[in-house]
T-cell receptor, first 113, second 114 residues
């Protein structure tokens, strides 16, 4: 069955530190990949997405993610985090076959000022 | 443009009861998806509706059902509630264009089963 795994459940960083959140998925066919973010007290919102083309995609607020097909991974990165990046981050994968959008368990990021 | 609206915001029920949650998508969106969010489990896909038809279904028991109306509004029903059904239920709508696959989420309905 299609599944999405996020390796880190809780990450604590200081401001200006670099961030990398891992995401792996189990489906081998065509996929669309997403990162969603939920800031405290706000709705889930799209951070970035990959459908095809350049495997390095850039999203809002300086975030980027790289799709590595051979590793079934779509890791999220940011060179220098800010206190305002404190949020919960969800990786999601949509299978081209089933059309289902499956989310990972989420990673809580806490940035200390 | 109004966002995705979910009602009620909070619900408290007891085991064995049933509950109906409502979702009004963004105007013009025809796809509505439902997710169950619990700490540690993330978002688990319940089902997706498009043009009044269930297009996709997750791995939840038959106690969980839904429907979509002609105006794209959707309802989710859970019968014979169990303690483990306590969760935040999120609804998301989408314009369902391949070039713009993006979900817009509501605030959710927080269901507590006692």
């Amino acid at each position: 069955a299609q599944s999405v795994s996020q390796h880190n459940h809780h990450v604590i960083l200081s401001e200006a530190a670099s961030l990398e959140l891992g995401c792996n998925y189990s489906y081998g066919g065509t996929v669309n990949l997403f990162w969603y973010v939920q800031y405290p007290g706000q709705h889930l919102q799209l951070l970035l997405k990959y459908f095809s083309g350049d495997p390095l995609v850039k999203g809002i607020k300086g975030f980027e993610a790289e799709f590595i097909k051979s590793k079934f991974s779509f890791n999220l990165r940011k060179p220098s985090v800010q206190w305002s990046d404190t949020a919960e981050y969800f990786c999601a994968v949509k299978s081209g076959n089933t059309g289902k959008l499956i989310f990972g368990q989420g990673t809580t990021l806490q940035v200390k000022p | 443009k109004a966002g995705v609206t979910q009602t009620p915001r909070y619900l408290i029920k007891t085991r064995g009861q049933q509950v109906t949650l409502s979702c009004s998508p963004i105007s013009g969106h025809r796809s509505v998806s439902w997710y169950q969010q619990t700490p540690g489990q993330g978002l688990q896909f319940l089902f997706e509706y498009f043009s009044e038809t269930q297009r996709n279904k997750g791995n939840f028991p038959g106690r969980f059902s839904g429907r979509q109306f002609s105006n794209s509004r959707s309802e989710m029903n859970v019968s014979t509630l169990e303690l483990g059904d306590s969760a935040l239920y999120l609804c998301a709508s989408s314009p369902d264009r391949i070039s713009d696959e993006k979900l817009f989420f509501g605030s959710g309905t927080q269901l507590s089963v006692l």
